[in-house]
């Protein structure tokens, strides 16, 4: 099954827990599934020896969920009303039969050890067995069609959460926005900066206190200018934020390209430090690396 052929989903997280129970004739389950992060899907089934079940279990997962490290366990037990019944007759014929048993022995001299109650409701008849299960296609039928109303409220805990997650991820992506044009507003003050004092440093080299050749300074301020552009970085750090808004809105599976931008936040976002020469714009590039990596964290549990 291709991404085109699943239902449009809105953006999931990959921890979720659920659990149903249900009956049908002589059998009654209850089913548990827990959902973690997870690189891809990983699905761990717990069932009892039903034909079919698992192959039918691991279709429907696949129609509804995308990643995350998922276990499935199902227990088999008798429904309630279906075990043995009590026979009372049996019981009376049993009883005759074992004090004339005793009365028997008795008379010849024989002690017999006592029968405990266990070992009479053993005998055959006292309690008769609980009525046949239902034919094993049948059953496995039934329990493929309930485990569709466990996955529902499944990936029902997982949109709540996943509701979350992308109200948190879009605050990051604000204080990113931010703190991007907050930077840029910063480049001129910076340039002006670092013009100011290159053109001190060439007078102390140059042992010319009434200032520098305008050409000689002209030329190293263009040197340094392209070396320290960061206009370039901020381009791609408002690209990512638009493209890491258009995923949240899309809905899952988006986990894994929302990690590889967040991976492309932080490289600009380290180039912006590197290349800051300036106090107030090294700042602006920590915050961003802090917001960034929080927002990476986040990130890991969307599915």
Do not use: Y
């Not at 006592?114 to 296609?137: C, D, F, K």
């Not at 805990?157 to 948190?168: F, K, Q, S």
């Not at 044009?181 to 042992?207: N, P, Y």
């Amino acid at each position: 099954m291709t991404a085109t052929d699943r239902e449009p989903w809105m953006l999931r997280s990959m921890t979720a827990f659920a659990t149903r129970s249900g009956a049908h004739g002589a059998m009654a389950w209850l089913w548990e599934m827990r959902g973690v992060n997870g690189r891809g899907l990983d699905l761990r089934l717990r069932l009892p020896e039903v034909p079919g079940l698992e192959a039918a279990l691991r279709a429907a997962a696949g129609r509804h969920l995308a990643r995350g490290n998922v276990t499935v366990g199902l227990r088999l037990t008798a429904a309630a009303g279906a075990g043995p019944s009590f026979c009372p007759a049996a019981l009376d014929v049993a009883l005759d039969a074992l004090a004339e048993t005793e009365r028997r022995a008795d008379a010849r001299g024989l002690a017999l050890a006592p029968a405990s109650a266990a070992q009479i409701l053993a005998l055959r008849g006292i309690l008769e067995p609980m009525e046949t299960a239902a034919p094993e296609a049948d059953l496995a039928a039934v329990l493929t069609a309930d485990f569709e109303a466990l996955l529902a409220a499944f990936t029902a805990m997982r949109e709540t959460e996943g509701a979350a997650l992308a109200r948190i991820l879009g605050g990051h992506l604000d204080r990113i926005a931010e703190l991007t044009d907050a930077a840029t507003k910063m480049l001129a003050t910076r340039a002006e900066a670092i013009a100011e004092s290159h053109r001190a440093a060439l007078a102390r080299v140059t042992g010319q206190p009434a200032g520098v050749e305008p050409d000689r300074v002209a030329q190293e301020l263009a040197l340094i200018a392209v070396r320290l552009d960061v206009t370039e970085e901020l381009d791609r750090l408002r690209a990512h934020v638009a493209a890491a808004r258009t995923l949240i809105a899309e809905g899952s599976p988006a986990g894994r390209k929302l990690d590889f931008l967040a991976q492309e936040f932080m490289r600009e976002a380290n180039t912006l430090c590197s290349k800051a020469q300036n106090a107030g714009l090294t700042a602006i590039g920590l915050d961003l690396k802090a917001v960034i990596d929080q927002m990476r964290e986040q990130v890991q549990n969307v599915e």
